[in-house]
């Protein structure tokens, strides 16, 4: 496909010339040809970076993403290369390793281009410009993401992995072709820019326009309504909003129940039963479409009318079923905890090894709720797994001394001490002789080996394995079960799982003595931060009011989430110029962040206030969601423009972010939830939290946004269809008044649904900064210990536990 791409016309990319002989073609009239320039120098060791910084030796003279290198390529009018990637992929490891460090290949990039080094995880707006062309060349993505791009910055060509530099490969009629490789890429990309530069530049302008449509959701739903203009246009847009818009009126919308049904029916027809996931051949972990099934018998009544009972249990348990197949398949780390990023076969049995802290995090709430919904007992489904994962991410790979988790783990390590290479996966992968010789007993390491399919020669089917890299090797994952075994074997099932678990500790004592823990990126990145305190805050909470057994593991984790986010306030905000920071890695770095960063520490935040009840929570949450507002909401401004649309919403990036082509909102879940999605959720709440009509109207509109997108595709937008239910309905807001552990008990092991949020008043306390904030609060009264809303709020109910729960329809709507 690439190697067609690179040879034909393509109506989404440049065309690039199979040889050098193309016609000449006149250069760039702008074009300013500096001679014999200072040589390029590798300047990835001033980046703070681990990823940039492991290419400091790289024959390649990396540039970082600056004004220095874009002026350079402008100066010397040069193509930039650009390649983005991130340190635990196992492909940008064999790229640095096979083509960076080849002399042709580093001779060629540095003497006629300006390469540059940019690591995604610092900066997604670029990565997720740049993903887009490269999907609409090719249909996939991945990383390294390799761009060849105009001293503007618009693409020229794109892709991914490419091999290392190959001989000629002799065709049919005795010719010679050359292969997609390196060098063929870099030198048609050379040709093309040399002979018909006027023709790439016209192409690649043309393209980001094209790009501008393909990344135009979110901005076509705009509302036209003159009076809601401003009289005298302000210079910042955003301060006018609050002057302008009556957030007490409504907002209309398409947008309904009916599209969460619609949603359903179409991922149900992807559902792959026998393994669950969706699709027949890799598989994703995909949280947001998980925790959209899971959810179906928690929604409101009228919701599961809609969709239909029955469906909504098989719906449910699709998302269970999968979650099994998940923590059965080889994407499970059954020795050390954890979970790899996906798997490349469709029964999960062959992972791709990265280990992520997002997707650890995400698959930690998955797995929470799927223990609640099957009853939360100790003993019970999903119990063991809660605690491991959770334990995972505050282990001394995930959770840096300071108090914030790192990135991940690289896929790629030195299989034993001393080796000079490393292998993909090398950690994780046994030989059935190793296997054997560790485990020691024949009887325990048979019944290990029947539990995780080790054989001999290996479990790693060869239609997997093209180049020999698994040859002989086992990836753990479990083929039968400990009932089926006992069956087998003719032994109890307690001492199958005795014998498995011995097993388990002995191949887990050797892994971590006698081989080279995979590499950990040692950044700490605001918004994996923020997933990662609100599924450990949950978790904690969960496990605190559960019982004896499990409060005490509970309170370590919620402690540990706590003193993460105090490292996110100490690091990485500036208190005083009101400036959150996106990555911390030997201290702080200049970039800024971005709207996700927002989204998801305000996430994290309402979970510990709601847990802690400590009110300094939700208001660095409020406060970070009134600058999220201020810096990336699609709001009112005096004219609609390519950079603001006025169609409700978040872009991912401010207004004229630096390097970045497009503006783009991100409302379609992928490996993470979206930032609107999330963002959504957090104005609900804090909308109820707070008695904030100005909250609950953006979160409206932001759903709103997508209309267009989620009524022709829902199912692209789970995360998203949850904030319909709110808009639509209305949510449950309580308020605790004491410390009443049936109330609490009940909160906090309630799986998540619709909107839910708790709300604490002390009745005794009349000066917090809650009750400034929140104008409602002197109207709660006191009556037979419970406090209820004035005489005024007469649209409220008490619950069995002395909840206070709001009726949506109520046109007084109080907690």
Not at 187 to 210: F, N, Y
Request: aromatic content about 10%; proline content about 5%; overall charge negative.
């Amino acid at each position: 496909m690439m190697s067609a791409q690179l040879q034909q016309p393509s109506q989404n990319g440049t065309q690039l010339p199979a040889s050098g002989n193309s016609s000449s073609g006149a250069s760039h009239p702008s074009a300013v040809v500096q001679s014999d320039p200072e040589p390029l120098r590798n300047r990835a060791e001033h980046s703070k970076s681990p990823f940039v910084r492991a290419h400091s030796d790289s024959l390649v003279a990396w540039q970082l993403l600056d004004d220095h290198a874009v002026n350079r390529a402008k100066t010397e009018n040069k193509l930039i290369f650009l390649s983005i990637g991130f340190l635990a992929s196992h492909y940008c490891h064999l790229t640095r390793q096979e083509s960076f460090s080849n002399p042709l290949v580093a001779s060629l990039l540095n003497e006629n281009f300006v390469p540059i080094l940019i690591d995604r995880e610092e900066r997604p707006d670029i990565d997720n410009i740049y993903m887009s062309y490269n999907q609409s060349l090719s249909g996939s993505g991945g990383w390294p993401l390799n761009v060849f791009l105009t001293p503007e910055l618009e693409p020229v060509f794109s892709g991914t992995y490419w091999a290392a530099p190959q001989g000629d490969v002799v065709t049919e009629n005795g010719g010679a072709e050359k292969p997609l490789d390196w060098l063929v890429v870099i030198k048609r990309v050379l040709t093309a820019w040399d002979t018909e530069e006027s023709r790439v530049r016209d192409e690649a302008k043309k393209m980001v326009v094209e790009l501008s449509h393909i990344s135009a959701e979110g901005t076509l739903n705009r509302e036209e309504v003159e009076d809601l203009q401003p009289a005298q246009p302000s210079t910042q847009p955003e301060s006018t909003t609050a002057a302008a818009v009556d957030y007490s009126r409504e907002v209309y919308g398409e947008v309904d129940l009916d599209q969460i049904e619609t949603a359903y029916q179409r991922i149900t027809t992807t559902f792959d039963p026998m393994y669950g996931g969706f699709g027949m051949k890799e598989k994703f972990l995909t949280s947001a479409k998980l925790s959209l099934l899971l959810r179906a018998t928690r929604f409101p009544r009228v919701v599961r009318d809609v969709i239909g009972p029955n469906d909504c249990t098989y719906i449910s348990e699709m998302g269970l079923h999968t979650l099994r197949r998940i923590l059965n398949g080889a994407v499970h780390d059954h020795i050390g905890g954890g979970f790899h990023r996906f798997s490349v076969t469709r029964d999960w049995s062959l992972p791709v090894f990265e280990k992520m802290l997002i997707d650890n995090a995400l698959l930690l709430g998955l797995f929470l709720d799927a223990w609640l919904l099957s009853g939360g007992d100790t003993d019970g489904e999903f119990a063991t797994v809660i605690t491991e994962v959770a334990d995972y991410i505050i282990s001394d790979r995930m959770l840096s001394p300071k108090g914030g988790f790192f990135t991940s783990e690289a896929a790629d390590s030195y299989n034993r001490k001393g080796d000079k290479v490393k292998g993909n996966g090398a950690y994780y992968l046994w030989t059935r002789k190793e296997f054997d010789t560790v485990v020691g007993n024949e009887q325990e390491s048979e019944i290990a080996a029947a539990y995780w399919n080790v054989r001999e020669y290996g479990n790693v089917d060869r239609e997997y394995d093209p180049h020999d890299e698994f040859l002989n090797q086992n990836v753990l994952h479990l083929v039968k079960n400990s009932a089926r075994l006992s069956k087998q074997l003719g032994i109890s099932e307690d001492e199958v799982k005795q014998q498995i678990e011995s097993a388990r500790v002995k191949l887990r004592s050797y892994r971590e003595k006698e081989r080279v823990q995979p590499e950990i990126d040692t950044k700490i990145v605001t918004s994996y931060n923020g997933m990662a305190i609100a599924a450990l805050t949950r978790t904690g909470l969960a496990l605190i009011h559960t019982g004896p057994d499990t409060s005490e593991r509970g309170q370590k984790y919620l402690e540990v989430a706590k003193n993460a986010a105090r490292f996110i306030k100490q690091e990485l905000w500036d208190d005083k110029e009101k400036v959150l920071y996106r990555v911390y890695s030997d201290g702080r770095s200049d970039i800024e962040a971005f709207a996700e960063d927002y989204a998801f520490l305000i996430e994290a935040l309402i979970e510990l206030y709601q847990g802690t009840a400590e009110e300094s929570w939700l208001e660095w949450a409020d406060e970070l969601q009134t600058l999220q507002i201020k810096l990336f909401y699609d709001g009112l401004t005096p004219t609609p423009t390519t950079a603001n649309a006025r169609c409700g919403a978040f872009y991912s990036t401010v207004l004229g972010a630096p390097y970045t082509l497009l503006r783009i909102k991100d409302a379609m879940d992928s490996s993470q939830p979206s930032v609107n999605a999330v963002s959504v959720s957090n104005l609900f709440r804090l909308g109820g939290l707070l008695g904030d009509v100005k909250y609950t109207y953006l979160a409206k509109e932001s759903v709103n946004a997508f209309g267009v997108e989620m009524l022709e595709h829902p199912n692209l937008f789970p995360g998203l269809l949850c904030g319909v239910i709110p808009w639509r309905l209305g949510g449950r807001h309580w308020i605790s008044v004491g410390d009443n552990p049936l109330v609490l008990k009940a909160f906090f092991r309630a799986p998540r649904a619709s909107l839910l949020t708790l709300r604490y008043h002390n009745p005794e306390v009349t000066d917090s900064w809650l009750s400034t904030r929140d104008r409602r609060t002197s109207e709660f009264r006191a009556e037979r210990g419970v406090y209820t809303p004035g005489a005024t709020s007469t649209g409220t109910t008490l619950d069995e536990y002395g909840f206070i729960q709001v009726d949506p329809h109520h046109p007084a709507t109080q907690l």
